[in-house]
């Protein structure tokens, strides 16, 4: 089929186009200018995208047309696809017809967590040797790719309430036929859309009803919007539930049972899941806060009723990595983490700084929050937000994006949230502009605070600004870097990466002090300073690749590089570490604490990485380091 696609570039409707053409279709699309991640995306899957809108573009004749749920009836590719007689499908009736009728749904819905328990529930069967589709509104970091065609029979779906398009507003997960669900929470939100909680209620009954009498649904006990819904669920519906650190398990509490046995500050969550008051093992996780607890245990509960095994499960939990843009650690510089994450609701606003502050229970935790999405730039949770901050050191309140389309009388009033804030014993203050809360930021932010950034956009570019403005930044590198990770390499005539999906890669730019004063001197210097790599397969990691522009030696950036990438092995659960060492090896066993060993002494899965046989060469050394998960 000849399917076109308007707005090709959103998350969702691009995800669905790569699973479509993978399917063998012939799909294009239309959008204004993308960049990457999206660009790329779509490039490599050999899908051409028109740039602009214009009705020569179903010149092609496509059979289809997908509209986004931000098209409207007038829109010029709508208006001339009407013309034309060419039919035009929403994104969710368009996967369900295309997709769903030969494949198992496994749809996670809620207000809160869809896309980490989603993301989870994916890894942990794909982790057990399943090989389902999937089709996530996010990044899951283990997955590298929002959206997958499986060979499987089962497809995990992210299920959204949120209206579906101009000729249909009902919810998207009305369209996603569900064999088995979780339900993570309901509460009002939208507000855009849905007037009230009730009518928010209401959708998700519409969806529960439609898991067959054979099917499965998980609910967190927690939330009495959920329980609610699930009232009215015809088929057999399994509970979870986070208990307290001194509550004891049992099976009238929940079917699943949490209880976390990590202290505060701890580097890793260390958990314990219980099926109806039964032990059923020990785990641990980077993810951190009650609510992940909740996520890990859900999708948990749909893993097993799939046939996946504990010890699968738990290997595979142990290594998640999280999803982009949920407590997503951008960088450290200058001893200053920058986290990001996507809660804008005041519910997830509370529970991720919770889980931040007890994971950074000692230093500041430098809160920035832009109301940006629809319901967060709207006075309606004004209550919400003025109890959801209480966690943080300081809180700084950005202008409401894009005013103009809050409707009169309902926009979110930044000044006085601020103010009520103060009224409470808050450290609040609102900023007219971005720049200037940047500039707060720089300058009250010291090393050992953690600076997070809540948005559901791109709050300004607020992140570049901070990690450019504190100096020499250490990022995670993206996949358009590895060009330049490779070009600084070679300089050292160092292997070259391979199995760039798999390895994680530290980076340093030049800031703009350095690469003016640079150009003062007239000294060339590189895209990139510095970079150093990991690579993981199962608990064993190898460390290669660290290196350090020549006219920025001498500075301690390969320290800081090494220090940078041993806490990120830890914080993944890597138990050893290997490298091959050859002038450096030296740096490595008096900083570090590496040992040298022999070639037999590694790990056999390490041993045959391609990034290992590349790095192997004549007079090499190898080294390994045990570590604790622990700080």
């Not at 067959?212 to 057999?236: I, K, S, T, Y």
């Not at 092995?569 to 040992?595: N, Q």
Request: overall charge negative; proline content about 4%; glycine content about 10%.
């Amino acid at each position: 089929m000849k399917i076109h696609f308007i707005g090709i570039g959103g998350t969702g409707m691009g995800a669905l186009a790569g699973m479509l053409k993978a399917a063998g279709h012939d799909v294009r699309g239309s959008d204004g200018p993308l960049y990457p991640p999206m660009s790329t995306q779509l490039a490599r899957a050999g899908i051409p995208v028109f740039e602009g809108y214009r009705a020569e573009n179903l010149a092609w004749d496509p059979q289809c047309v997908v509209v986004g749920n931000v098209c409207r009836r007038d829109h010029v590719e709508v208006v001339a696809a009407e013309q034309r007689g060419i039919t035009l499908e929403s994104f969710p009736s368009m996967l369900e017809s295309s997709l769903l009728s030969e494949r198992r749904s496994l749809v996670v819905a809620g207000t809160h967590g869809k896309t980490t328990t989603s993301s989870l529930l994916t890894h942990l069967l794909r982790s057990a040797g399943a090989d389902p589709s999937w089709l996530i509104g996010g990044v899951p970091q283990n997955l590298g790719t929002g959206s997958h065609l499986g060979g499987g029979d089962g497809i995990v779906l992210e299920g959204d309430e949120y209206d579906t398009a101009f000729f249909d507003k009902k919810s998207k997960f009305l369209h996603y036929r569900p064999a088995k669900a979780i339900l993570t929470s309901v509460e009002f939100d939208h507000a855009d859309i849905f007037d009230t909680y009730e009518q928010v209620r209401d959708a998700f009954v519409e969806f529960v009803a439609l898991i067959p009498e054979q099917g499965l649904l998980v609910v967190d006990a927690g939330n009495p919007g959920a329980m609610e819904v699930a009232a009215q669920a015809r088929c057999e519906v399994q509970t979870y539930r986070v208990l307290g650190r001194n509550e004891a398990p049992s099976a009238d509490a929940a079917t699943w049972c949490v209880r976390s046995t990590s202290r505060a500050g701890a580097r890793r969550t260390s958990f314990e899941i219980y099926e109806r008051g039964e032990l059923v093992g020990k785990f641990s996780t980077l993810l951190s806060g009650n609510y992940n607890l909740a996520n890990i245990t859900a999708a948990f509960a749909v893993a097993r009723s799939e046939g996946c095994t504990v010890e699968a499960l738990g290997d595979a939990i142990r290594m998640f990595r999280g999803v982009k843009r949920r407590q997503e650690l951008l960088g450290m510089v200058q001893g200053v983490r920058v986290i990001q994450d996507f809660a804008h609701h005041p519910t997830a606003v509370a529970l991720t700084i919770g889980a931040l502050r007890r994971r950074y229970p000692e230093q500041n935790l430098h809160v920035c929050f832009e109301p940006r999405s629809s319901s967060s730039r709207r006075d309606v949770f004004f209550a919400g937000y003025s109890q959801a901050f209480d966690g943080a050191s300081r809180i700084y309140v950005a202008p409401v994006h894009a005013p103009e389309k809050v409707p009169d009388g309902q926009l979110l009033d930044v000044a006085a949230l601020a103010a009520k804030l103060r009224e409470r014993g808050l450290d609040a203050q609102h900023f007219a502009t971005i720049e200037a809360l940047a500039q707060s930021v720089l300058e009250k932010a010291a090393p050992g605070d953690t600076v997070v950034l809540l948005s559901s956009g791109a709050f300004g570019g607020l992140a570049d600004r901070l990690l450019e403005g504190f100096g020499d930044a250490v990022t995670f590198a993206q996949p358009e870097d590895s060009a330049a990770i490779d070009a600084l390499l070679t300089r050292f005539r160092m292997a070259t990466l391979t199995d760039h999906e798999q390895v994680e890669s530290l980076i340093i730019r030049p800031s703009r002090e350095r690469r003016q004063s640079a150009d003062n001197a007239g000294t060339e210097l590189p895209e990139l300073i510095g970079c150093v790599n990991l690579q993981l397969v199962g608990d064993q990691a190898f460390l290669f690749g660290l290196a350090v522009a020549e006219a920025c030696r001498g500075e301690g950036l390969g320290w800081v590089l090494a220090d940078s990438i041993m806490r990120r092995a830890r914080t993944l659960g890597a138990r050893e570490v290997y490298l091959i060492a050859t002038e450096t090896a030296e740096f490595f066993t008096d900083k570090l604490g590496f040992s040298l060993v022999e070639i037999d002494d590694i790990d056999p899965r390490v041993r045959a990485l391609s990034n290992f046989a590349a790095a192997n060469r004549p007079g090499a050394q190898y080294m390994a380091l045990t570590l604790s998960t622990e700080p």
